[in-house]
C-alpha cells in the first residue's frame, strides 16, 4: 500500500472536515487527541502540526474508523468487507465456487488484455 502525505497542518484539518461532515460536530485537535487517546494516531495528529505526516493508507482507513466510531457515527471501529468481497462472498453462497472461479479468470483475462506491455500507450 501508498502512503498519503499531508503537508504541516494540513493533517488535523482534515480530520476536522472528516468529523464535519460525517458527524455534524466541531471538534478541536485537542478533542480529537481525546477521542484517539489510547492509539498512536494521537500523537501522529500533534505531531503533523509542525511536521506535516506521512500515513501508510491502511493505517489512515483505521483512523478514519476509529474517529467515526468515537463520535458515534459508526456501529464498529473497524470498515466491513470490500464491496468486491462481499458480492463474492453472496455470489459463491447462491451459485458455488465454480461460478466465481469461472468469474475471476474472465476479469483476470481482460485484464491481462488491457495491460499487455508490448502495446504503446498514448497518454
Not at 66 to 94: A, C, D, H, W
Amino acid at each position: 500500500m501508498g502512503r498519503i502525505w499531508f503537508s504541516p497542518g494540513d493533517f488535523a484539518d482534515h480530520l476536522h472536515e472528516i468529523v464535519g461532515y460525517k458527524a455534524g460536530l466541531a471538534s478541536s485537535i485537542e478533542q480529537m487527541c481525546d477521542l484517539l487517546s489510547g492509539t498512536s494516531y494521537a500523537d501522529d495528529i500533534l505531531r503533523s502540526e509542525s511536521n506535516g505526516l506521512a500515513i501508510r493508507s491502511e493505517d489512515y482507513e483505521d483512523l478514519y474508523y476509529q474517529l467515526l466510531y468515537k463520535v458515534g457515527v459508526t456501529n464498529t471501529s473497524r470498515p466491513g468487507l470490500f464491496t468486491q468481497s462481499q458480492f463474492f462472498i453472496r455470489v459463491m453462497k447462491e451459485k458455488g465456487l465454480d461460478y466465481i472461479t469461472d468469474l475471476q479468470n474472465i476479469y483476470s483475462k481482460h485484464y491481462k488484455l488491457g495491460v499487455d506491455p508490448g502495446q504503446e500507450r498514448e497518454w
